[in-house]
């Protein structure tokens, strides 16, 4: 009888700890899952800052470069550049 007890408290534990671990699997795999998926809204918003990097990058190459200045200075500020008889160089020793 005593025998008896001792198996059937047995079984109640190791029937305990198999549904334990598979809850504990279902909830594993749930996390992952959703983790999978939050990784893939990163990479995406990732990829679409890249994209917005990459154009803002080239925006300001476009605007800083030269010939956009000069016509700026032209066009919007009216600057011209001087004639011959305006130029002068300052040596100071």
Known sequence: MRLAV???????VLLGGIVSTGIALVATTHESRRLFRELELL???QDR???DWS?????VSHLAG????D???RDEL????PDERRR??????
């Not at 154009?55 to 925006?59: D, S, V």
């Open 6 to 12: 001792l198996q059937i408290a047995l079984a109640v």
């Open 43 to 45: 990479r995406r918003e």
């Open 49 to 51: 800052l890249q994209d």
């Open 55 to 59: 154009a803002l990058t080239l925006e």
């Open 66 to 69: 030269h010939a956009r200045i």
């Open 71 to 73: 016509e700026i200075a």
């Open 78 to 81: 009216g600057l011209v550049e």
């Open 88 to 93: 002068y160089v300052e040596v100071v020793p």
